[in-house]
């Protein structure tokens, strides 16, 4: 068995879907597992539904939700033939799903409004990409992931319930490939115990791929992006930038913390637990050798570089000149934990401690009032971080000319610095 998962970007037109099923057409006979996410950049223009309603502009989500319906309703009209009829009355259930609820007033969490209307992202694209599949001679199963994929009720950051839906996969979703080679679902969402819809975080599509690769002790999982495979750098950014055919669990999961869009951060534990390999290939041109990620120690690599935007640094500074010793550590600690913030550097002094953390929602100011009881609180924002792993002298100072240094980190392996404009 294998898992494939298409992003996005692979699945953002009528060209793309089509030759997603050219790729599949190639596997004949294996058992796929074929993970989509919202086509394109929809995620994004279901964010802004679930702004509006929140807002109490209730015309303007419904507006903002008729064009995502008609785009879809286009796409699907094109693309599909005999199965149109069907893929619409499919559609229509999801279309219904979050009109309902654009229709009420807003009672509960900004998040939980945000899981029911931004999932239907998911829903809309596997129902097109299952019904193209079938019309292509591609045989396939589709499955509304929320009957599997159990989470707890932390709306938009869900956590998953691991045994209830290995439970259900062994139960209701492996023996789906008795009925079809190809089953198809969604990445990204779940359900609840209470049967409402949740989100594991944005991207998170890859990591649906990768628990379901665990789950289904899959031989590897392949997920398809529009790059020649993971790079020395973001191309966008760096195209000098060169694909890296070999990279270990542990490199990637590096990357992928510190920012590298390319996978997920947490893609990585439920492969690794499992030693399954991952591969990262070019849906634009699949002769391309992508990149192999394993178990394996890859040594010689580049420098890779890692940006990551909108840090904030937080300088603390105890109150009456007392050690940041254990005591206000912890205490720091428990805060961080409390606002679900992870700091990506931290450096202590006698008196100080450094903290740089994503600047997110408004989880700083949090953070920093209930702080400045222990220390006095700064804040800088609109830094990025950088971090160079097998970095070079002349690769950080090439990087960093022209910026201001705020903090700075090295081990023998590791560069990070964080810098301000
Ligand atoms: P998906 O289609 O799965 O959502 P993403 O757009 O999230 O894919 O991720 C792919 C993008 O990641 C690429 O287009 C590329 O610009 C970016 N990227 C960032 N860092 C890297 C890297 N080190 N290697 C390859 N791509 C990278
Ligand atoms: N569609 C979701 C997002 O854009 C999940 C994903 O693409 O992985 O964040
Ligand atoms: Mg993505």
Redesign the pocket.
Same mark, same amino acid.
């Given at each position: 068995m294998k898992v494939f998962?298409f992003?996005? /970007? %692979?699945i953002s037109n009528m060209d793309r879907i089509a030759q997603a099923g050219d790729i599949l057409k190639t596997y004949g006979g294996q058992k796929i597992l074929v993970v989509v %996410?919202a086509m394109g950049k929809t995620t994004n223009s279901l964010e802004k539904v679930a702004e509006a309603f929140y807002n109490g502009q209730q015309d303007e989500a419904l507006t903002l939700f008729e064009a995502i319906k008609k785009n879809f309703l286009t796409l699907a009209n094109y693309l599909l033939v005999k199965g149109y009829n069907d893929a619409y009355a499919q559609a229509l259930d999801i279309f219904t799903e979050v009109e309902w609820l654009l229709h009420d007033r807003p009672v509960r969490s900004f998040d939980y409004y945000y899981d029911q209307i931004v999932c239907s992202g998911e829903l809309l694209s596997s129902i097109v990409v299952s019904a193209y599949f079938n019309e292509a001679g591609i045989r396939n199963t589709w499955v509304d992931v929320r009957d599997i994929l159990r989470t707890d009720n932390r709306f938009r950051d869900a956590s998953i319930d691991w045994l209830f839906t290995q439970e259900k996969i062994n139960t209701a979703f492996i023996p789906l490939f008795d009925v079809s080679d190809i089953v198809i679902t969604q990445g990204f969402i779940g359900a609840t115990a209470e049967n409402e819809s949740s989100t594991l975080g944005r991207?998170g599509?890859?990591y649906s791929a990768a628990v379901f690769a665990n789950m289904l002790q899959a031989s590897e999982l392949t $997920?398809w992006?529009?790059?020649a495979?993971?790079?020395? &750098?973001?191309?966008?950014e760096f195209p000098q /930038?060169t694909a890296i055919p070999h990279l270990s669990y542990e490199e990637v999961i590096e990357?992928a913390y510190y920012g &590298?869009?390319?996978i997920h951060p947490k893609t990585i534990k439920p492969l690794q637990n499992k030693n399954i390999p991952l591969q990262v290939k070019c849906f634009l041109d699949r002769e391309l050798p992508g990149t192999l990620i394993s178990d394996q120690q890859t040594p010689d690599l580049p420098p $890779?570089i890692?940006i990551k935007r909108n840090q904030a640094l937080i300088s603390l500074h105890t109150l009456d000149f007392s050690f940041a010793g254990e005591k206000p550590i912890a205490a720091l600690y428990r805060l961080l934990a409390g606002a679900h913030m992870q700091p990506n550097l931290l450096q202590t002094g006698a008196i100080r401690i450094e903290i740089c953390v994503d600047d997110k929602d408004d989880k700083i100011e949090k953070l920093a009032l209930a702080a400045s009881t222990i220390f006095d609180v700064q804040v800088e924002r609109g830094l990025s971080l950088l971090t160079i792993r097998h970095y070079r002298e002349d690769s950080i100072a090439q990087l960093t000319d022209g910026k201001k240094i705020r903090l700075r980190q090295q081990t023998p392996k590791t560069a990070q610095l964080v810098l301000a404009d």
């Open positions: 998962k992003g996005g /970007a %692979s %996410s991207e599509s890859d $997920i992006k529009d790059v495979g993971v790079m020395s &750098a973001d191309p966008r /930038a990357m &590298a869009q390319v $890779i890692v």
